[in-house]
């Protein structure tokens, strides 16, 4: 059965891709000011995203023929670090999210975007692409879809977000 160092998304993603991201958008978010509407975009963010990592954990909990691996060893049935992963994915996509929508929303809206800012929101952005990369290249360990159907959420959270920060630079 595969355990968790069988999957790059788990140990190089979880371990490196994942807390640079959020250490560079914490960075970004601290040092820019705050701008109006942070509070109700970074709260929407984190809440879609947070559904979203829901969604994904039930679908491959849901999932009638996964490959079994050392969070789920049976379909339908979590193990307690199973269980564990679960929260951690959920609150993953919201935090991060949430830190997303607020570092986009004040670096769109202030006045002056110091270059190391910019440099860190792409960097953090880089980090997410690198990790969706390691989570889709796992889907290939992982038939059955629940890992691909937790790529589509990704990107499909990432198109939402890509389109709302769009249309708030179009509007500037």
Same mark, same amino acid.
């Given at each position: 059965m595969p355990g968790l160092f069988d999957f790059a998304s788990a140990?190089? @993603?979880?371990a490196l891709a994942l807390p640079a991201m959020t250490? &560079?958008?914490v960075y970004a978010v601290r040092t820019l000011p705050a701008a109006r509407g942070d509070r109700p975009f970074a709260l929407v963010a984190a809440a879609l995203a947070g559904a979203l990592g829901v969604t994904s954990q039930a679908l491959w909990l849901a999932a009638g023929h996964p490959r079994p691996n050392w969070t789920l060893p !049976?379909?339908?049935r979590f193990t307690a670090a199973g269980w564990y992963h679960a929260a951690f994915v959920t609150a993953m996509c919201a935090l991060i999210a949430g830190l997303l929508a607020?570092? &986009?929303? !004040? /670096?769109?809206?202030?006045? !002056? #975007?110091?270059w190391p800012v910019v440099a860190a929101i792409a960097?953090?952005?880089a980090c @997410? &692409? *690198?990790f969706t990369a390691l989570l889709?290249?796992?889907?290939?360990?992982?038939p059955g879809g629940a890992g691909l159907a937790g /790529?589509?959420?990704? &990107? /499909?959270?990432?198109? *939402?977000? @890509?389109?709302? /920060?769009? #249309? $708030? *630079?179009?509007? $500037?």
């Open positions: 140990t190089w @993603g979880d250490a &560079l958008l !049976r379909p339908h607020l570092a &986009l929303n !004040r /670096v769109t809206l202030a006045a !002056r #975007r110091p960097a953090a952005i @997410g &692409l *690198v889709a290249a796992d889907t290939h360990a992982t /790529v589509l959420l990704a &990107l /499909v959270a990432l198109l *939402v977000v @890509g389109s709302t /920060v769009a #249309r $708030r *630079v179009a509007h $500037r």
